[in-house]
Every structure is written in C-alpha cells, then in structure tokens.
C-alpha cells in the first residue's frame, strides 16, 4: 500500500461520507423514512468505517481502470455502486428488518448507485489531476 492509494481512500471516504448526508439526511430523508427503519441515531466510529471501506474499494477499482475525469470516473463509480447495492440492499431486505418493503431496497439500491456514481467521479478526478 503505497501514500497514493491512502490519499485516494481518504478522498473517497470523505466524498462517500458528505455525499451520504446530503441524499440521506437532508435531501430525501423524509422520503425514505417511509421504507426504511432508520430511528436509531447513526454509530460515527462505524459510519467512519465503513466510509473508509467504501473509499478504499472505489480508490482501487479506479486505480486499477483508467477512468481520470469527471464522467469516466461517474461510469465506473455507478456500475461499482449498482452492483455493489443489488447484492447488499437485497441481501439486508432478505435478512434483516431495515426495509419496510422491496420499495425500500430499490429505492436504497437507486441511491447508492448515484452516490457511488458521484464519489467515483471524484476519486477519478482527484487521480487524474495534474
């Protein structure tokens, strides 16, 4: 693990965890509190976490591809972001209570998408600055 990839990860982390407050909290969190059971108050050591996880797996998908600008670096990011939430939201909606319906994991499973979209085209731009 190289000084690059730690900047990246950091990057990453950042933007999914600023990205995750703006969709989440403030622009549709009254929308998807009607799918979703999200009355306990976040846990920020763990939200940190898993920020610093999702940045490190959008630091090394687009390291390892070639996307360096804005919208290859959105591409990349929405396709990681689409698979990534098919196989976890309906995962959780298999085996736990968070979802009221299947709504709320398609709902979950379309955001995701375009926070990964946004967070990737972030990462990518950061790498290819300069």
Same mark, same amino acid.
């Given at each position: 693990?190289?000084?690059?990839?730690?900047?990246? &990860?950091? $990057?990453?982390? $950042? *933007?999914?965890?600023?990205?995750?407050?703006?969709?989440?909290?403030? +622009?549709?969190?009254?929308?998807? !509190?009607?799918? @979703?059971?999200?009355?306990?108050?976040?846990? @920020?050591?763990?939200?940190?976490? %898993? /920020?610093?996880?999702?940045? *490190?797996?959008?630091? &090394? $998908?687009?390291?390892?591809?070639?996307?360096?600008?804005? *919208? %290859?670096?959105?591409?990349?990011?929405?396709?990681?972001?689409? @698979?990534? %939430?098919? *196989?976890?939201?309906?995962?959780?909606?298999?085996? /736990?209570?968070?979802?009221?319906? &299947?709504?709320?994991?398609?709902?979950? &499973?379309?955001?995701? !998408?375009?926070?990964?979209?946004? +967070?990737? %085209?972030?990462?990518?731009?950061?790498?290819?600055?300069?």
């Amino acid at each position: 693990m190289d000084s690059k990839f730690v900047v990246n &990860t950091l $990057v990453g982390a $950042v *933007a999914f965890f600023f990205l995750g407050y703006l969709i989440y909290e403030l +622009a549709l969190g009254d929308v998807l !509190s009607g799918y @979703m059971d999200a009355s306990a108050e976040p846990v @920020m050591w763990a939200l940190t976490v %898993s /920020q610093l996880g999702l940045g *490190a797996l959008m630091a &090394t $998908v687009i390291g390892a591809g070639s996307a360096r600008d804005f *919208a %290859s670096g959105a591409k990349a990011g929405f396709m990681l972001g689409l @698979m990534y %939430s098919v *196989a976890v939201m309906f995962d959780l909606l298999g085996t /736990q209570d968070i979802f009221s319906s &299947t709504m709320g994991a398609v709902w979950a &499973t379309l955001l995701e !998408s375009v926070r990964f979209a946004l +967070a990737g %085209s972030i990462v990518a731009w950061w790498m290819g600055r300069g």
